[in-house]
T-cell receptor, first 112, second 115 residues
C-alpha cells in the first residue's frame, strides 16, 4: 500500500549531537519525499524535500538521503540545538498531485 | 503575507451534533487539502480540492464527512452526527500548482472534541 513506516518514535539527544530519522515505503510509484517539522500547537512545516532522481540533498544542518532500490529515506540533523526539539514527519507522494502520505512521526528532544 | 487560517481553533460538541470547520487558504493557492491528526499520529489525508472541485476524496472515512469549496478559495469541512472517534485536530493546507516544489502550507488546525 501507500503506508510509510517511520523510526524511531522518540529520539533524545544532547545538544551538538547528530540525529537520524529513518523511513521506509512500499509504493514503487513514489517520487517525492518531503520532511515536515511540527511544533506544539502548530501545523507541520516543510523543512526539506527530495525527489526520486536525486540521492542526497543538504540544506545547512539538515540533509536527506534516498535509496530508491531499498525504498527507504532518512533525515540527518547535525549539531542539534534545543530549538530543533519538535515532532518530525516523513512523507511520500506520487504523481503530479503531491498528496503526501505521512509517517507516524518522531518526537525529537534536544537536551541543552 | 497571511498564512492558512482555520476557524474555530477549538470546538467542543456533543455526540450526534453537526460541526463545520472553516479553512481560508493562502491567497492565489489553487490546491487545498484537509487532513485529520489524532494524538501521537501523523496527519491522515481526507480530501483534496483543485479549484472548486474535489479532485480526490478517497480519504473521507464515511458519508458523515463532506467538504465544499464553492468559489475555489475558502473551504468548509462538514461533519454530521459526530461520534467520539471524530475527536482530532483537523488540519487544512494549501499549495500553488506550478510551483517548483510540492510544499504544502498548513494552518494551525481546528481541534475538535466530541463528548
Amino acid at each position: 500500500g501507500e503506508n510509510v513506516e517511520q523510526h524511531p518514535s522518540t529520539l533524545s539527544v544532547q545538544e551538538g549531537d547528530s540525529a537520524v530519522i529513518k523511513c521506509t515505503y512500499s509504493d514503487s510509484a513514489s517520487n517525492y519525499f518531503p520532511w515536515y517539522k511540527q511544533e506544539l500547537g502548530k501545523g507541520p512545516q516543510l523543512i526539506i524535500d527530495i525527489r526520486s532522481n536525486v540521492g542526497e540533498k543538504k540544506d545547512q544542518r539538515i540533509a536527506v538521503t534516498l535509496n530508491k532500490t531499498a525504498k527507504h529515506f532518512s533525515l540527518h540533523i547535525t549539531e542539534t540545538q534545543p530549538e530543533d526539539s519538535a515532532v518530525y514527519f516523513c512523507a511520500r507522494a506520487s504523481g503530479g498531485s503531491y498528496i503526501p502520505t505521512f509517517g507516524r512521526g518522531t518526537s525529537l528532544i534536544v537536551h541543552p | 503575507g497571511a498564512g492558512v487560517s482555520q476557524t474555530p481553533s477549538n470546538k467542543v460538541t456533543e455526540k450526534g451534533k453537526y460541526v463545520e470547520l472553516r479553512c481560508d487558504p493562502i491567497s492565489g493557492h489553487t490546491a487545498l487539502y484537509w487532513y485529520r491528526q489524532s494524538l501521537g499520529q501523523g496527519p491522515e489525508f481526507l480530501i483534496y480540492f483543485q479549484g472548486t472541485g474535489a479532485a480526490d476524496d478517497s480519504g473521507l472515512p464515511n458519508d458523515r464527512f463532506f467538504a465544499v469549496r464553492p468559489e475555489g478559495s475558502v473551504s468548509t469541512l462538514k461533519i454530521q452526527r459526530t461520534e467520539r472517534g471524530d475527536s482530532a485536530v483537523y488540519l487544512c493546507a494549501s499549495s500553488s500548482m506550478g510551483q517548483s516544489t510540492g510544499e504544502l502550507f498548513f494552518g494551525e488546525g481546528s481541534r475538535l472534541t466530541v463528548l
